[in-house]
């Protein structure tokens, strides 16, 4: 009997268990659930916490992560408002905004993503199409229209993608940015021949520099070939001005002249140590005679 009475209680345990699984379900944190009745949608929660419906199969719960997603889109051609070809690749985060929107129109995430790139590559094509090439790609930073892009598509995908698919993109921005291959070798060209006509430039100052020293160093060089000539000039005169007073006295006084002269050939020839026979008669060794060399004073 007893053993009886334990089946039963563990039977309608089990029992009440099963009823309360079928009646009674939890909505964990970051959690969507939408609960359908004979597969009508008719209540979405996203609150955390315990909920009643009614058992399979009058009504089916569907669970979807309701935290951001994001999503990267892929790095494509388009074309800018003055016809140029660039590369642009965007992100986009989102989440699922109205739960039972996006049950009947869209149904997984995977979907969901797949409409939302679609989405993303047509709004990023139409907005490029009104931004000049220099709005992407300047050296002036402050021409530079990034915000101003980035702004303009996520307004743009917010509302198609809130109306569509239920699903609220919360930011968007430009993740990469690139040049064809044709362009790019065109930009290479022409940044090769800046550099080449800096690097020409730059060449013809040098040199027009180096034409300044050389001149500047020929005018110096001048300028101190010009003084030291003055000053030898200088020089020459005043060594033919006491040449010419020399000349002068030894015209008045020969015999003087003749004299000097023997005395400077007489000491070149005793400073060689040499020994020297010879008549005492024998020029300019007649100095050695003594008063009868020397010569007489004109009056």
Do not use: C
């Not at 964990?28 to 909920?51: D, H, I, M, N, W």
């Not at 430009?174 to 070798?185: A, C, F, M």
């Not at 000491?267 to 007489?296: I, R």
């Amino acid at each position: 009997m007893k053993r009886n009475t334990l089946l039963l209680t563990v039977g309608l345990l089990v029992a009440v268990m099963f009823v309360l699984l079928q009646v009674l379900f939890t909505v964990r944190e970051g959690e969507a659930v939408v609960v359908t009745t004979f597969g009508k949608p008719v209540r979405e929660l996203t609150a955390a916490g315990l909920y009643m419906r009614w058992p399979w199969p009058v009504q089916r719960i569907y669970r979807f992560d309701h935290r951001i997603h994001t999503l990267e889109g892929a790095f494509e051609e388009t074309l800018t408002r003055d016809g140029k070809n660039i590369l642009v690749a965007v992100y986009a985060g989102w989440r699922i905004q109205k739960p039972m929107e996006f049950l009947e129109r869209v149904g997984t995430v995977e979907q969901a993503e797949h409409n939302l790139d679609s989405l993303l590559r047509s709004q990023k094509n139409a907005v490029l199409g009104q931004f000049p090439f220099a709005g992407l790609i300047n050296t002036n930073a402050a021409a530079v229209q990034f915000d101003a892009i980035e702004q303009q598509m996520l307004a743009a995908v917010q509302a198609e993608a809130l109306a569509r698919y239920g699903v609220e993109v919360q930011f968007l921005g430009i993740r990469k940015i690139g040049l064809p291959e044709s362009i790019t070798e065109k930009v290479f060209a022409r940044m090769k021949a800046e550099r080449e006509e800096i690097a020409e430039r730059y060449r013809s100052e040098g040199e027009g520099e180096a034409i300044k020293l050389r001149a500047a160093a020929e005018s110096q060089r001048n300028q101190l070939l010009a003084k030291a000539e003055a000053e030898a000039k200088g020089i020459r005169a005043e060594g033919d001005a006491r040449a010419a007073e020399s000349y002068q006295v030894f015209e008045k006084n020969p015999e003087l002249a003749m004299f000097l002269r023997k005395l400077e050939v007489l000491e070149l020839t005793l400073q060689k140590k040499s020994t020297v026979v010879l008549s005492s008669e024998t020029e300019p060794f007649d100095l050695l005679q003594g008063d009868k060399a020397l010569p007489k004073h004109n009056k």
